[in-house]
Each structure stands twice: as C-alpha cells, then as structure tokens.
C-alpha cells in the first residue's frame, strides 16, 4: 500500500514537471512570435514610408508597392501564427487548470470522507461498547443507564443534524463591503465641515491621530508605574504525559461535554472563572472609550475590545476547569489598573458563571455567560450563552453584545487548532448606534487573511461612520467613512457597498507572549498571575482548588484523584439540597424557587442522581449564589445573575467575614 502511494506520489510529481514544461515551451513559441512581429511590423513601417516619398516623383513605384505586399504578407503571417500559439497556451493552461481543480477537488473530498469514517467509527464503537455492557453486565437496568448517562437512546445519531447547522466548513462568504482610500480634498478639511459627516465628530483626520498617540503614549506611562506588588511571571513547565485518547474520546460522542469525567491531561490550570476575566487583558481599551467625547468613537474602542477578549485563544487547546458550584474569582487590580472584577459560579448545569467589574476609570462591565458545548468526532463547538453588558458614568452609554461561537479541529487527528466565527451586534441602547461585526470562519480555500474580522459603525440612522478590520488574534484597525455607494453586483445578487475611508488608525494590538509560552501552556502575561497565591481571597476562590494547584505543580496523577473527590463532594451536597427541596415542596412549605434562566431550560438534561437512578430536568434545587443576585435584566429582559454587593466590603472587614461562604474545597 505505502509503495503504490509512494509510486502514485512520483506519478503525478512527473505529470507536474511534463505539464510545466508544456506550458514553458509555449510561452517561448509566445516570445518568438512576439519578436517576429515586431521585426517585420517596422520593416512593413519603413516600406510604407518609403513609398509615401515615391508619391509625386517620377520613379516606378511598381517594385516598392511589390516590397510592401511581400513584407504585409508576412506580417500577417506572423500575426496568425501569435494568434495560434495564444490560443494553444490558453486551451493548454484551461485542460491542466480543470484536471489540477478536479484532483485538489478529489483530495478534499477524500479528506471529508476519511473524517466522515472516523467519526463513525468513534460512533460504533462506542454503541457496541455500551451494548456489550448492557448485555453482560446490567441486563435489567439497560434504559436507566441510557438515561443516567445523559443521552437518550439513539439520540447521538439523530442530534447529528442539529450540531451541524452550527459548523461552517469551507464556506467563503464575499466580504459586505469594498473599503476605498478617500478623495484627497477630504484630507485637508475639517470632518465638521465635510457634508455628510455628523458634526459631533469635529475633528480631521489628524487630530484623531494626535488623540489616538496621546492615548496610547498614556497607556504606555500607565505600565510604567510601580505595580502594587510583584506578579509572577513564570509557572511550572507543562509535562509531557502521554494519554490514550481515543478511551476517553469514544465515550464522548454526542454528550454535552460539561457532563464528561476529563482527567486534568486535557486541562490547563485555570479554572473557566479565570477564563472569563482574561477577558479584561485589554481594559485599557475601555479606559480609552471612557474619555471619547464621540459616542460612534467610543463604540470603535467597544467593539475592539469584544474582538480582543479571543486573541488569548489562538493557541489555548486546553480545556479550562468547570468551576465547582459557589466557586469564585476575584481580580483586584485597583491599583495597576484601576478596577476589580469579581466572577461566581451561580449554576453547575448548564455552567453558568456571573462576572461583574468595576473600574475606577468610568467603565462597568458585566455578564453571565452559560456554555453549551458539543463534541462531534471531528470538531468540538462551544456555544457561549448570555450578554455581555458595558456602561460608561459619564455618558451614560450602556452598550450590549454576545460572545460568537468556539470550535475546536482536530480532536482525533492532527494536530488541534481553535477558530471562531459568527456575528455580533455592539449596541448602544441609550443612541441606537451599532457595530456589526463578523468574525470570518476559516476556510481552506479563502484567499482572505486567516481569522479575519470586519465591521461597520452606524449610528441609529443606519448611516456608516467607521469602518473596523483586522484579525482576532493580532490587531484592530479604524478607518472613518467619508462618502459611501451601491456597488455592483455582488455573489448572488447582492449589492456591496462602496465606502470611501480616510487612512487607517491601529485601535488595538496584540501583546506579545511571554519569553517559554509554549512551555506554559501559551498563557498571556495576564494569565500566569491569574492562579497566583494571594493572602485575604474568599475560601471559595479557584486560586484555593486542590486538584488545579495540583496539576499546575505538574502532580498531575494527584490532581486527578483530587478532582474525581471534589465531584463526588460536589454531587452528594447537591443530592441532599434537591432532596430538602422535594420534601420541602411536599410539605407545602411557602419557599421561593429560582426562575430557570432561558439557557437552563435549553440546556438541562437528564441528569446523574445516587447510584443509578435518574434526576429529571428542571431540577427542583433551591441553590441561591452567594454574591449575585437572579433578577429580570431591566435592559434586555432576560434572567440574569447581577451583582448585589458585599464581596469587598466582607474582604475589607477587620476580621475578614467569611462566615457564609460554603465549604466546596
């Protein structure tokens, strides 16, 4: 088999290099041509001019006209013969471009197949495994454990359909809009005076430059502040542990992955709370917003920032640990950067977690982000749920936006590699402007950049102010709009529009990794303080959790027998509140039970109970978080987790009152 691929391999190498030389040779039958018309085109030239001065004398023009028919003729001649050679190349260069697209074409869908048999392969497998069990070993009890597994009989073939709306494989949408550079005279005017333009810009092109340094020349002093204290900036290398993948993998397919016992050699030390608040690596992009006059100018900044909360992803395979129920995360860092975020895991299935940040510098930011994530063989899509909301004191903007969906190639064979795709709308509730932003999926035959992103700034009108481009791991770019028009027809009909832009400005970019990334499971500087130790933090924060402290320290044996005991903790408290919550409802006692938020009632599944026997969703749990509160969203009129206050005001007492905190470690 090795050597008919190897031999098929210096087939087509040879084919390659004939077809190659096919093609060199006739484009020198092209340069000769060219040259021969080009000589007897300036002999036919100077017979004809010879002949213009016989005009009027007494010579015989008989034998000049003879010359000039001769030299015509082979100018023609010529002629015929360039257009021949053109024509073969052309036929030449059509039959070898089809027969090159028909074999890349075979070679993808030989790659589409092999992935296609992979993942059932993954499928039988796992069906004839959980036949073998049922058979010998739990004949009476085959349903129950269908149930107490999480996945219905037969759903893993029929939720096919479902996870593949949410994957884009190959697809290569034409770009909404051509950006084109300005009219000049647009340079050299004020933007207030360019019709068009909305006055509350009031500025040209370079003063917006000047303002852009003076910000960045800002950030940049604000670094060079002495910090509050030293952050490390180094964690233990990562192991090297082997792992046989394809035992955990086969029982994976079609489970909501949240529900799967991973052992640490998938994770990273970080639990997904810390996740959550790596979003804030780039906060300065909020300060900035903070002080824009402009509110379409401080919808740029925004909608920069929501594209670099995904930069810290590009290589970050590993999969962060699901936070245990009241866990939390605090990040202070009121001094270096002037806000403190607080994160809790307020739901465990769905997981669900509620950040709330405040910052001294005239920004809040909050969210509660529910994950629904799918493992299908080939790709794993995680699926964030929930709002992200951002309020600015000084000009009461308060702007909205979600998170686009995560997938993860590779999960069999090859090596892994992260992208995102999807639309997001930046609005601005309190002006009606917005950014529609689109994060491009990859695809193997675009020949735009990889992880591109694109966007356009509109005031409530629907008017386009600013143009954004860039890519989602590197940087963000802004160019304003100075006039904009229908295009031609685009793909199918559409009509792109045509936007006149003056020069780009960088709004962000991305910070460099660390010196040994690699080796540090390619944390961002932010990252590798994020499960620093710290004296004061509540006892239910992740910095305090065993099993991560463990794998970080490169115990990862330990680590796994810790987090299999924490689960186990995790599921008897849980079973004895939803038994209290039965009883309780038996006896009719008057007790408030939360509302299941829209995710929870989307997500929830059957789920594990004691020894067998199966829960069923909705949950009867009374569970409440310790430092959010669920309510109705008053801006988008969803069930949210909103910060009540009491965190720092229960870390600041004399002694710390940490009294309510359950004991989940």
Same mark, same amino acid.
């Given at each position: &088999?090795?050597? @008919? ?5 210096? *087939? ?19 340069? %000769? ?7 007897? @085109? ?74 296609? %048999? ?18 010998? #070993? ?6 129950? %454990? ?44 004020? *933007? ?6 909305? !006055? ?9 430059? =000047? ?90 900044? #925004? ?34 950067? *002037? ?6 895991? +307020? ?12 910052? =001294? ?51 069999? +064979? ?24 689109? /994060? ?15 966007? #356009? ?26 006039? !904009? ?6 793909? =199918? &009909?559409?009509?792109? %529009? $045509? ?37 004061? $933090? ?15 320290? *490169? ?32 006896? &009719? ?17 059957? =789920?594990?109970?004691?020894? &067998? ?6 949950? $009867? ?6 430092? /959010? ?37």
């Amino acid at each position: &088999g090795g050597g @008919g691929g190897a031999g098929g391999g210096l *087939g087509d190498r040879a084919e390659v290099q004939s077809t190659l030389r096919s093609l060199s040779s006739k484009v020198e039958d092209l340069s %000769t041509c060219n040259d021969l018309i080009a000589k007897h @085109g300036s002999a036919l030239q100077r017979s004809l001019s010879e002949l213009e001065g016989l005009r009027g004398g007494a010579a015989d023009p008989t034998d000049k006209i003879r010359q000039v028919n001769e030299r015509a003729t082979l100018f023609r001649i010529t002629s015929n013969a360039m257009i021949n050679a053109c024509r073969d190349f052309l036929s030449l260069a059509q039959s070898h471009s089809r027969r090159w697209h028909k074999a890349l074409q075979y070679e993808r869908d030989q790659r589409v197949r092999l992935e296609e %048999t992979l993942e059932q392969l993954a499928k039988q497998h796992n069906h004839l495994e959980r036949a073998f069990r049922g058979a010998t #070993v739990l004949p009476a009890t085959t349903p129950t %454990t269908a149930q107490h597994k999480g996945v219905s009989p037969g759903k893993g073939d029929l939720s096919d359909e479902d996870d593949e709306n949410e994957f884009f494989d190959a697809m290569e949408d034409a770009p909404e809009f051509i950006t084109v550079p300005a009219d000049p005279k647009y340079h050299k005017r004020s *933007g207030s005076n360019v019709s068009g333009i909305s !006055s509350e810009m009031g500025m040209d092109d370079s003063s917006l430059d =000047e303002q852009h340094l003076a910000t960045n020349s800002e950030s940049s002093q604000s670094k060079e502040l002495v910090p509050h204290r030293k952050r490390r900036s180094r964690i233990p290398d990562k192991p090297n542990y082997s792992l046989n993948l394809w035992s955990i993998m086969k029982n994976c397919i079609g489970k909501e992955l949240s529900k799967i016992p991973m052992p640490v050699n998938f994770n990273e030390p970080l639990s997904m709370l810390q996740r959550l608040s790596e979003d804030l690596e780039y906060s300065e992009l909020l300060d900035r917003a903070a002080k824009c006059e402009s509110a379409l100018e401080q919808l740029c900044y #925004v909608a920069a920032f929501t594209v670099s909360s995904y930069s810290t992803t590009v290589h970050r395979t590993g999969k962060p640990f699901n936070p245990l129920l009241g866990e939390t995360f605090e990040l202070d860092r009121l001094a270096e950067r *002037g806000y403190r975020s607080l994160c809790e895991q +307020v739901s465990h299935h769905p997981p669900a977690a509620a950040h709330h940040v405040e910052s =001294e510098r005239g920004w809040t930011l909050r969210q509660e982000i529910a994950l629904a994530s799918k493992f299908r063989g080939k790709y794993l899509s995680i699926m964030p749920l929930g709002t992200i909301h951002c309020s600015f004191a000084k000009s009461g903007n308060h702007y909205t936006w979600k998170k686009v969906t995560t997938t993860v190639h590779n999960i069999i +064979v090859g090596k892994l590699w992260i992208d995102q795709s999807g639309e997001i709308d930046v609005v601005n509730h309190k002006t009606g402007d917005r950014c529609h932003l689109k /994060f491009a999926p990859y695809s193997y035959f675009s020949r735009d950049v990889a992880r591109k992103v694109t966007g #356009v700034v509109m005031d409530a009108a629907g008017k386009a102010h600013f143009v954004l481009s860039g890519t989602w791991d590197e940087k963000m770019e802004f160019s304003r709009v100075m006039q !904009s028009s229908r295009g031609e027809n685009g793909t =199918e &009909g559409k009509h792109k %529009t $045509v936007y006149q832009t003056l020069r780009a400005r960088e709004l962000w970019r991305r910070h460099p990794l660390p010196e040994g990334a690699d080796n540090m499971y390619f944390f961002s500087e932010l990252a590798l303080t994020l499960n620093e130790e710290e004296e004061g $933090v509540a006892p239910t924060d992740s910095r305090a959790r065993p099993d991560q402290r463990l794998m970080e320290q *490169g115990r990862w044996d330990e680590a796994n027998a810790e987090k299999q005991r924490l689960e186990e903790k995790q599921r008897s408290v849980r079973r004895k509140r939803e038994s209290e919550a039965v009883r309780a409802v038996e006896e &009719g006692e008057e007790r408030a039970l939360p509302v299941e938020s829209p995710a929870e009632t989307l997500l929830t599944n059957s =789920e594990e109970g004691p020894t &067998g026997t199966a829960l069923k969703s909705p949950h $009867v749990d009374n569970y409440k978080a310790m430092w /959010f509160e669920r309510c109705k969203d008053p801006v988008t009129q969803e069930e949210t987790h909103i910060y009540k206050g009491g965190y720092w005001e229960a870390k600041a007492k004399e002694p710390q009152d940490w009294s309510s905190c359950p004991d989940i470690f």
